[in-house]
Structure formats: C-alpha cells, structure tokens
C-alpha cells in the first residue's frame, strides 16, 4: 500500500455507535453548509501533516490529550475523545471533528485557539477522511524522540589516520562545496588557542619559538601544553561556568544569606579536571561547597511559584545539563515546546519537603504532583524516598552511562564556545535537530569513552582541521539555512579584554573580588604559589644589627645578584619593610609597600631571565627617633619542568646608606658595600610576620595577580556582556552594542585601566618608542608594518612619557585585530 496503512480497523463499528449519539443535534442544513471536499487526490505528507501539526498539536498531541481525545497516532484519532468517536471513515459529513473544524456551531468550534482553519482547509480535512484517513507509516504527534541513550560512535569513513572531526565532516563539506585546503597561519593558531584554552594572549617569546619550530605535530603539543596548565586553565573556565551556574562574588541573595557561593569547589574543580559526569552529581546532589547551586536564589518578598527554590533547581538542572527549556512549562503547559507543568512540578518536587502543589499561572489547582525526573527511564525515584534519598536518586539518573543528553549537551556548549555557533542551536534546545548528527554523536560518545575527561573533547575539536579554518563573519550565515564554512569571528570576553590589557601592561590587579570565598577550593595543592605553611625561609636584615632594638630614620640600599637556570614561569615575591621600601628587578618596577603589618605579594616573573639577574631594594626607616628598621623578602621561583627555588633576604645581601649614582644597575660596583646584617628569623620581635602575615590563602596561591574573573563585575565588564548572573546564562550576545562603544571610547574604568598600565609600563624606564613597539607586539602578536611603525613614532615621541604609552596602548586596544578572535 505504498507505505500508507489500510483503513479497515476493528473499533470503527464502535466509533460509529458513539459517534451517532454525538451527532444527533447536526441537521441536514447544517450538514449542506459544510465546507465541499478537496477534489484530488490527498497526500498525507503534503496535505494533512502540516495541518494537524499547526491547528491541532497544541492541545491534542506532544503528550497532551484535552477531553480525552489525541491525534498523536492513527489509532488514538480514531478512539475519539471524551464525547465519543470524532471521525466515520468514508463518511466525512458524519465526522465529529469536521463539525468542530468547519465552525457550524460557533459555540463549540476547534481550534479554540488561533486561527481558524479556511474552507479549503476543511476541504482537505474532509476529502482525506472520505478517501480512507490514509496515515504515513511511522508518522507520529508525539512528543519528539528525546536522546536518552548513549550516543552511538558513528563509522568514521576516509583514511584511518586522519583527524576523526574531519573524517566525519568530509563529506559534508563536499556536499555543500565547503573549501577546506587553506588554514589559518601559526600565528593566528596559537593567538585564537592560547584564547580559548586559558584566555590569555600569548606571550611574545613563546609565540615566535612556536612560529619558528618545525617539529611535527606542533600544533597539538600547544594545545596540550595549554590545557596542561592548570592554573590559567581554571581561571579562565571559572567565567564561562559561573555564568551558566549562576555563581557570582556580590549581588541579590547574598547579604541575608538567601544564596550561596560556590566559588570554591567550582575552581577546585576546574584545577582538577575533575570528570564531567563527577561535576555535575556534585552539584545535583551537592556536598558543602557545591550546595549553592540547588539553594538558588531565596527572592525578597512575593515570588511568582515558578521561582521558589525547588522550581528554580528543576529549571536549571533541566537546563543546563540536558538542553531542556523547563521555564515556560514551570508556569503552564509550555507554549514553546511539549513540556507539561506537571513535568517540571514532578521535578521541582525531588528538592522539595513533600511532593508540591502544582500551580498554574500563580493559581493552585488542588492537585499534587507526583515525584520522577523528566526523562524516568533514565532511573526511578522513589516518591516516599526522603528527600537526601530522591535527590541522590535523581543524580545518578542524571549522570547516568545511559543519558546520552548530558554528554551531547556538553560538547555541543563546547562546540559554541570555540565555533561560535553549536551544533545544536539554541545551545538549550537540545531537541532541535543537529545540522551533524553523526558529529554531534562522535563528540559525546568519546567523551564517555575517554572518563568524561572535558580536556579530551577540547583537544579534539581543537586539533581538527574544522578548527583550524579561516575565520567567516557570522552576519553573512544564513541562519534558516546554515552551512558550517568554518569558526565565527568572536569577540573577545569581557574578562579576556581586561586580562589582555593587564598583559601588556604587567598591571594586575593585587586582590580578588572583596566577598569572594574560596572554601572547599584546596588552594594548598595550586603550586604556582606559596603554601601558607611552607613560605621561603628569608631573615629579618638591615644594614645595622641593632635595627631590631632602634635605629635612627635613614635609608639603606640593598643589591641581590644571583643567577637562574632558565627563565621562570612564575616568580612570587613576598616582601616587607619596616617602614617602606622599593623593590626593583632587573632595573625595572618591580613592588613597594608601606606598612610592615602588610606584606606585599606579586608575580614578578617577566623581570626575571635566564643567567644573570639583580634585585635591589630601597628600604627606609621612618620617625622622628631611633626605632626598629628590617627588610623580609621570599623569592619562589617555579620553572617549567616544574622545579622550584628559592631566593631570600639573608646576609648575603649587599647594603650601603649611601645613594650612589646607578647603585640599582647591573653595571654598579658593589664590591666596597658589606655584607647584611641578619637580625633574626621571620617571626622575631618586634614583628612576628608569621603571625600577622595579613594576606590570606587565595593571595599566596594566586601569586597576588588577579584576573577579572575572579573580580565583581564593573561598569566596562557589564557592557562588554559579562551577565548579572541572577538567571542561567549559556551564551553571552556577540553583536557589539552602543554601550560597548561608550565604555570602550569614554568609559571612567577602561580609561583608568590604560591609565595605570602605561604608568606602570613607562616606570620601567627604557626608550620610548622602543616600548612603544613591545606594546605593539604583545597586543597583536606581530611587528608593526611601515604605516604602523609611523604612527608608533608619532604617538610614542611626547615629553610625558607616561602619556605616550598611554596613547599607544589607547590605539592598539581599540584595534579590531586585538578585539576579535579570528
């Protein structure tokens, strides 16, 4: 029969026999004004799908069955509703659902809502009834098929070598004449990966070693390297998924105790890589420091019901792990989708007490729900369960080897974030249809496959050939008819502008967001900086040893030369002084401070080379008579082979009271000065450091450099898309707006930004246009061209030197070559 099923069913005798009942009241001049059948022959496909799918679904399909009566199968059509049978086959002005259709009694017409169908359409309606209600094998108005299971791997066709992301997207490039022979060069490679693993530009000296290697497979040692770097790794992701986690440093909740951070375990937790499927159970089924993501926000006064803690936990839950949109059907039966109040209730109410009371649009409706995940046959829970007991059941649902939704979300977010657009989109309505299902599948199969290991999947999709596309303006894709050609040009993230200016400049910020609270974060085990318990073992020194008992006012000058094997990745200073002091290294700033009782902290690894360097220290005793004077000082030098060492202030240190001309250069003699006096070790009286030490662990682990992710949002943070993070957010805006343009052109916090960094970049001393070029090259990651190299000239030949950089550093960021990752 062509694929179409036969029109002969055993229940039709009882549908007429219900159907008369119904029928009594229809006259035969009634029945005359029904609109005439269709005259053709009618194809259910063309005709009478998209009809039913339009005007009928809504109330009578995707789950939902008003007055009993369903369309979502032949069969349930034919059963009828709650009134009886609703079709006579062959016989369509006898039909129930053509009286109602064709609006006879405008009292009682369908549907209800919208328009209502035309006479033609009724016609078709009628003509497909009285040739037999023909129905396409297969085809359904159920809710569409969801991707529970575990995805499949999918063949991978083309040589066995190649890159799986490739191999699988062969064909498809073929088939809409993609060219995929051209990549974008190393440099741009390195630029877009170093931003999109730790988001961060990359440094000037690696990105030329990395130009100018040419061992095999370099491109992917990058990467690897990259995501092998713990700390940078975790402080940029930290943005991405406090935004989708709603977990924020100050705003709505926090001062009455009505939400939680979750700052800590989630830093923790990117530094350790730890499994996907282990990350989202701990927040699902929450330890101490991951509980603020189920607590929510408790609002102030009266809240709607779809906002109370158990709801807002369902929604995000639904969400952000499954790529299902539970907040209109929090309400009333989704409009958008085919997800029922009494699906998101039955999951709200895993977190609540007692199973709720559903409410529909703010109005109790008497009726409780039940308790179960959206997706039950993915594992049960049990409703007289306590509420630990449903919880823990609803996690392992979750994260369970079956739920192909949690790990086809999750690359798909990942694929957006580096692509620019997934390969679902919206990246929250999973059930929307794949413009690659078979890549879609390879992606989170491996991800299963390879321990749910998040780094695995970025490598892979960062190493493919699809990545390493040149860049196309996302404004010139269709977007109803999209054809993958290749990365959408991006915008920088807030935090990446910030971060990038304070990489140029070397002018971090020293502390993180105010109220920020690294609890659970294990902060001992970051290596990059010092363990609270384990600082360098410097000596209290000065170039007297009765400093510790009182010395007059005056000033002494201290020189440190030593030698480094290779250049460090990191180098954190500790230093105090008793009263002040000015650190430089190198001949170049390097920290000062003020206050003993307040030791100052940086990374200072840029000063520092290869071979031989110096540190000096301007140290000053203030007062108006004789008091104690000391200088502390801990150098932790970490190198990449992961070796330490340490360089501290001991007797060995050089010092004179005399201000001689060039004493804080390389060149000085020092050979008259003496040696140090030591006066003891790091807690002695008068200052016991140990004990007053003021910084707290997150400084000392942090190596007191701050990046914006870890700071309250500003008014520059806020235009340039950084969320409030009061809702769910999984995709920052793209398209540049107005306000962005205020805050990057006249905006008070990037003005002082650039401000402060061309003082510091121009405290370093050296010629002008010469730092002019450096600013140049790590903004952009190349040399200046001729036209460039002029205008470098012009803006960098001022008196003020200061205000030469800073009009370089205002030219360069303002580049879209710099804001944009192509």
């Not at 109410?349 to 995940?373: H, W």
């Amino acid at each position: 029969m062509n694929g179409l099923i036969g029109n002969v069913f055993t229940c039709a005798g009882l549908l007429l026999v219900s159907f008369d009942s119904v029928q009594a009241g229809l006259t035969t001049e009634q029945k005359a004004k029904l609109p005439s059948p269709a005259k053709h022959a009618i194809s259910f496909a063309r005709d009478i799908s998209p009809l039913l799918e339009k005007s009928c679904t809504k109330c009578h399909g995707k789950g939902k069955a008003k007055g009993g009566f369903s369309i979502e199968t032949r069969e349930k059509l034919l059963l009828g509703g709650d009134s009886g049978g609703a079709v006579v086959i062959g016989k369509s002005v006898d039909s129930y659902l053509v009286e109602l259709i064709s609006g006879i009694d405008p009292e009682n017409v369908m549907p209800q809502k919208g328009s209502r169908l035309t006479p033609e359409q009724v016609g078709l309606i009628r003509a497909w009834i009285d040739q037999g209600l023909q129905w396409e094998e297969g085809a359904t108005f159920a809710k569409a098929p969801v991707l529970n299971l575990s995805p499949r791997r999918p063949e991978l066709p083309g040589d066995e070598g190649g890159h799986p992301v490739d191999r699988i997207l062969a064909s498809y490039f073929a088939r809409y004449g993609v060219k995929t022979s051209r990549v974008v060069s190393d440099r741009l490679f390195a630029r877009r990966v170093y931003l999109d693993t730790i988001g961060l530009l990359p440094p000037v000296k690696e990105l030329d070693e990395f130009v100018a290697s040419t061992a095999k497979g370099k491109r992917r040692k990058l990467v690897r390297r990259l995501l092998a770097d713990h700390k940078p790794y975790a402080e940029h992701w930290l943005a991405f998924w406090n935004d989708i986690l709603r977990n924020d440093y100050a705003g709505t909740g926090f001062i009455d105790g009505g939400r939680k951070q979750i700052t800590g375990w989630l830093y923790g937790s990117l530094y350790q890589n730890k499994p996907y499927d282990q990350f989202v159970y701990e927040l699902i089924n929450p330890k101490e420091h991951s509980r603020g993501f189920t607590k929510g926000i408790v609002w102030r006064g009266v809240v709607n019901a779809s906002q109370k803690p158990p709801m807002q936990a369902a929604q995000h839950i639904s969400q952000i792990f499954m790529g299902v949109n539970l907040k209109c059907a929090s309400c009333h039966d989704s409009f958008i989708n085919d997800w029922s109040l009494a699906d998101a209730y039955a999951l709200a109410s895993v977190y609540a007490d007692k199973p709720l009371e559903m409410v529909q649009c703010d109005k109790p409706t008497g009726e409780i729900s039940d308790v179960r995940f959206i997706h039950p046959e993915l594992g049960a829970i049990d409703p007289k369960a306590d509420r630990a007991k449903r919880i823990e059941q609803l996690a392992k649902a979750v994260t369970s080897p079956r739920n192909g939704r949690l790990s086809r979300t999750i690359v798909n977010r990942l694929w957006a974030r580096f692509l620019g657009r997934g390969l679902v989109e919206p990246v929250d309505e999973m059930e929307n249809k794949s413009w690659h299902t078979d890549l879609l599948d390879l992606l989170a199969s491996d991800l299963i496959d390879n321990g749910y290991n998040l780094k695995f999947t970025m490598e892979q999709i960062m190493t493919s050939q699809a990545y390493q596309l040149p860049a196309v303006n996302g404004a010139e894709q269709e977007e109803k008819n999209y054809v993958f050609r290749g990365p959408l040009v991006r915008r920088m993230s807030a935090e990446q502008f910030v971060d990038a200016i304070a990489t140029i400049t070397g002018n971090w910020k020293p502390s993180p967001a105010k109220k920020i609270k690294f609890d659970g974060a294990n902060l001992a085990g970051v290596r990059t900086g010092f363990d609270r318990n384990d600082l360098p073992r410097g000596r209290w020194i000065w170039s007297s040893a009765e400093a510790a008992k009182g010395v007059e006012p005056g000033t002494s000058y201290f020189r440190k030369r030593f030698e480094l094997p290779h250049k460090p990745k990191t180098a954190n200073v500790i230093a105090v002084a008793d009263n002040s002091f000015v650190l430089l290294v190198n001949h170049r700033t390097g920290i000062a401070g003020k206050n003993w009782e307040e030791p100052k902290f940086h990374n200072l690894a840029s000063r520092f080379k290869k071979g031989k360097n110096l540190v000096t220290v301007l140290a000053t005793n203030e007062g108006s008579g004789k008091n104690p004077a000391g200088l502390w000082l801990g150098i932790r030098f970490q190198f990449a082979d992961g070796s330490t060492m340490d360089m501290v202030s001991d007797q060995s240190w050089k010092v004179s009271t005399k201000n001689s001309d060039g004493w804080n250069t390389s060149e000085f003699d020092d050979t008259t000065w003496r040696e140090a006096s030591e006066l003891g070790g790091m807690d002695m009286a008068p200052w016991g450091l140990a004990k007053r030490m003021k910084m707290s662990g997150s400084e000392l682990a942090f190596g007191g450099r701050f990046r914006e992710s870890l700071q309250n949002k500003t008014a520059l943070t806020t235009a340039l898309g950084r969320p409030n993070r009061e809702q769910v957010t999984t995709k920052r805006p793209s398209v540049a707006t107005t306000l962005q343009a205020l805050a990057l052109t006249n905006g008070e916090v990037l003005s002082t930004l650039i401000k402060d960094g061309a003082t510091a970049l121009a405290g370093e001393g050296g010629e002008q246009q010469g730092l002019a070029k450096r600013v140049f090259l790590a903004a952009l990651g190349r040399s200046p061209n001729q036209a460039e190299s002029t205008m470098l000239a012009e803006l960098s030949s001022g008196d003020n030197g200061a205000e030469s950089v800073e009009d370089v550093l205002w030219a360069v960021t303002m580049l879209p070559e710099f804001q944009l990752i192509y």
